[in-house]
């Protein structure tokens, strides 16, 4: 059997998260949908949306298909340990099934399809699921329909995840696993009584730091002097974190090194967030956050919800993020964030405007920043930040915030 992760026609709601990125890698629960299943000692492939195709199959292998039998996944399936397994037993009876959610496939599975990965599309795949014989199941697996819905299953599956890639790791104390290189400070507090802490490779854990599980920490990560970092929070690899963070992802590359609260937020790769810079993850009345999102407000049932930052952007000293915002990929921030930020724009509302950062600036930043973590600028990275650009220009267009073009 081979597994296809598939993208669909609704991908676009999952902004900025996936702007950079296919929906499988978003870092979530512990882990992300592709390593997954892919621990899982299966071969996968995967449909997404061409702009991303040469940037992902840097990290992510796409397989050529070998097989008929074949298991289709939502590439926006929360990434869990139990919701495989429940997967896998129902493929044991056999036959042909598919699970959907509203207007979207979840899972199927064929066991003799004849399939060929280049003819179907984001937006075509979904009809093509659906036009095949199967039986119906009923759909309880959780998708992220939206960049919130990260934050709102993040802790649901993160300890069980944890456990069950812990495996791969040395034991250092009760409930603390860690790879090889890895520096600890005597200092360090280790408080696994709620759940398993994970610190992989190369990993550096100043003096004096708090960390509380369930908690995972990346390789070459470096976690500041009297840094706090609490339960259900995601450090990817190469990352410096300082201050307070809790039940927050920090994506690859991005540095939050020093004082400042970061809570129940998502932060993509190669963001930086100036000293000081904190976000609100609750509101003074205790109610449910409202999320703005493409010109309509969305209720979250959510208590405890921060802030959605895009890959590539920045925060100035001091700056203050309220409950539920969204600011998009290469944005520069500073003052006060009281409404979303688009793709692509300095947001200085504070200070009285709101202006276009423009495609030049964001390729020779991220120039600047690549090699200041040894990493060669290419095409590729380029012409990423260029799509990205096209592709949010409706989000400076729409945008009610008198910006300036």
Not at 82 to 101: H, M, V
Not at 181 to 205: Q, R
């Amino acid at each position: 059997m081979q597994i296809i992760l598939f993208e669909d026609h609704l991908i676009a709601e999952l902004r900025p998260v996936i702007l950079s990125r296919p929906a499988f890698a978003i870092n979530m629960c512990g882990t992300n949908l592709y390593n997954l299943v892919r621990n899982k000692g299966k071969e996968i492939s995967y449909i997404i949306r061409d702009y991303l195709k040469e940037i992902t199959s840097r990290e992510f292998p796409n397989q050529i298909l070998k097989d008929k039998s074949l298991l289709f996944l939502n590439a926006s399936l929360v990434p869990s340990v139990s919701i495989l397994n429940e997967i896998f037993d129902k493929i044991k009876r056999g036959d042909a099934f598919l699970a959907q959610s509203d207007f979207r496939v979840v899972v199927a599975f064929f066991p003799n399809l004849k399939f060929n990965l280049t003819t179907q599309n984001e937006r075509s795949i979904t009809n093509f699921l659906r036009s095949q014989e199967y039986r119906l199941l009923e759909n309880h697996f959780p998708l992220i329909n939206y960049s919130f819905d990260i934050i709102r299953y993040n802790p649901c599956y993160f300890e069980e995840n944890l456990r069950y890639m812990k495996r791969n790791y040395r034991q250092v104390s009760p409930g603390v696993f860690v790879g090889k290189d890895v520096h600890i400070h005597p200092t360090v507090c280790l408080d696994s009584k709620e759940g398993t802490i994970i610190i992989e490779n190369k990993a550096t854990i100043g003096p004096l730091v708090y960390l509380k599980g369930p908690l995972y920490i990346g390789d070459n990560s470096k976690i500041i002097e009297r840094t706090s970092i609490k339960e259900y929070s995601y450090i990817s690899h190469t990352c410096k974190v300082g201050g307070e963070v809790e039940s927050s992802i920090i994506e690859s590359y991005s540095n939050k090194q020093h004082h400042g609260f970061l809570g129940h937020s998502y932060v993509g790769s190669w963001v930086n967030l100036g000293a000081g810079t904190s976000t609100s993850d609750l509101k003074n009345t205790y109610g449910d956050i409202t999320v703005e999102y493409q010109g309509k407000k969305i209720p979250t049932g959510m208590q405890f919800l921060g802030c959605i930052i895009g890959d590539h952007s920045k925060t100035a000293i001091n700056t203050s993020i309220f409950t539920g915002k969204i600011i998009g990929v290469s944005s520069y921030i500073y003052g006060f964030v009281t409404a979303n930020v688009p793709s692509f724009s300095n947001y200085a509302k504070t200070f009285g405007q709101i202006t276009e950062y423009y495609l030049d600036s964001a390729i020779r930043t991220q120039k600047r920043m690549f090699s200041r973590r040894g990493i060669k600028q290419e095409h590729l990275h380029i012409k990423l930040l260029e799509d990205i650009y096209e592709t949010t220009r409706d989000e400076r267009l729409m945008s009610t915030k008198e910006l300036s073009l």
